[in-house]
């Protein structure tokens, strides 16, 4: 019994010490994805925030529905989201070529692609991510120069699902790949944590 339990213990060292490794390098690749975007900040090792670049764009969604096409828009006025990794479910990380373009829907022909990804990231079950959200049209209407977040209308606000927006498709796919790996990794390295005597 205990040459078998050795083996056991060695492998459960190895995978913890393998994510606690692979973790990073995770948050790195989401890091480099979304610079275009904007910025992502680790807080802790299993804790990120993102920092959109402002204004957010207007995203507009074209759908077939009974032969017609209906459109959907969203804005996402994030300053920041605070996300705990383990509290990602990526198996609800949805994404959406969508139009930045706000008159797309009377330009729109059938088959046209938009010209950015929108990623939409949801929580686990019962799971909130806290953000800051702003004023979208306080924002759009400050002049240049540095200004308070009071300006623009700042305030917290919790959340179950949020949307990114990229330029770039493949960019957006690493990032939905990496947030993957990093959710998974995360809930392995915090139940590994939880499971320490």
Partial sequence: MKRLFLPLLSLVVSCT??????????????????????????????T????????????????????????????????????????VDETLILEDRVFSNPDADRSYKPGDVGDMTMVVVSGRPGKQFHTLIYDLEKFTHLGPGPHSSAEYGQAPDDTQAFGLTFSDPAAARNFELALRQAAILARAQA????ERP
């Fill in 17 to 46: 010490a393998l994510s606690a490794q692979d973790l990073p390098a995770a948050i790195q690749a989401m890091k480099t994805s979304y610079a275009a975007s904007g910025s992502i900040v680790m807080i802790d090792a299993g």
């Fill in 48 to 87: 990120i925030s993102i920092q959109p670049k402002m204004p957010a764009p207007l995203c507009a969604l074209p759908r077939i529905q009974d032969g017609k096409t209906t459109w959907s828009y969203y804005n996402f006025p994030l300053a920041s989201i605070r996300v705990s990794l383990a509290e």
């Fill in 191 to 194: 139940a590994t944590q939880t």
